[in-house]
T-cell receptor, first 115, second 113 residues
Framework: EAEVAQSPRYKITEKSQAVAFWCDPISGHATLYWYRQILGQGPELLVQFQDESVVDDSQLPKDRFSAERLKGVDSTLKIQPAELGDSAMYLC?????????????FGPGTRLTVL | GDSVTQMEGPVTLSEEACLTINCTYTATGYPSLFWYVQYPGEGLQLLLKATKADDKGSNKGFEATYRKETTSFHLEKGSVQVSDSAVYFCALSGTGTASKLTFGTGTRLQVTL
């Protein structure tokens, strides 16, 4: 069964360092999402791509966060510099184009700890 | 804006006990409502959905009814199993493919023998 792949699964970094997460969506899924899930809270959408274009990054803290999907397939989310409050689970999801919001498939996430 | 409120956890139950996890929402228009489940070490999975008032979503013995008059979508199961231990998220989305998912804070369920 096709799955959304994410790496690394766990990342520990010190504040002010740079960190990057990678996501490989299900083949054929043109829409890709990055979420942040702070402990004890629900996932919050950070950025949504349609192919290589950003369609929604209204909740992305652009002073330190960046996301790219250069070839419209896999994607990288970067934080520079990391802050203590960035400790969270970062989830990637993907879906076929034109499908409803709930028809997205989630990856296992990357758990980030900032010390 | 849209929001979802669900009961705080953790909820600890013995196997075969009845489960209810409360969820209420605030939204404009007529959202679709969902329950997602997150097992340890795994991504979120859609558990069930309801797209209009009075719809009942059901899956794996879980069910929830879309109650527009009380803006609620409570998750229920008559007899829980140890394998149901997970975090459960209530969520909503507006209509149309441009809508986003809005999640509640999640409720951890721990089922013991």
């Amino acid at each position: 069964e096709a799955e959304v792949a994410q790496s690394p699964r766990y990342k520990i970094t010190e504040k002010s360092q740079a960190v990057a997460f990678w996501c490989d969506p299900i083949s054929g899924h043109a829409t890709l999402y990055w979420y942040r899930q702070i402990l004890g809270q629900g996932p919050e959408l950070l950025v949504q791509f349609q192919d290589e274009s950003v369609v929604d990054d209204s909740q992305l803290p652009k002073d330190r966060f960046s996301a790219e999907r250069l070839k419209g397939v896999d994607s990288t989310l970067k934080i520079q510099p990391a802050e203590l409050g960035d400790s969270a689970m970062y989830l990637c999801a993907s879906s076929l184009p034109g499908t409803a919001a709930h028809e997205q498939f989630f990856g296992p996430g990357t758990r980030l700890t900032v010390l | 804006g849209d929001s979802v409120t669900q009961m705080e956890g953790p909820v600890t139950l013995s196997e075969e006990a009845c489960l209810t996890i409360n969820c209420t929402y605030t939204a404009t228009g007529y959202p679709s409502l969902f329950w997602y489940v997150q097992y340890p070490g795994e991504g979120l999975q859609l558990l069930l959905k309801a797209t209009k008032a009075d719809d009942k979503g059901s899956n794996k013995g879980f069910e929830a009814t879309y109650r527009k008059e009380t803006t609620s979508f409570h998750l229920e199961k008559g007899s829980v199993q140890v394998s149901d231990s997970a975090v459960y998220f209530c969520a909503l989305s507006g209509t149309g493919t441009a809508s986003k998912l809005t999640f509640g804070t999640g409720t951890r369920l721990q089922v013991t023998l």
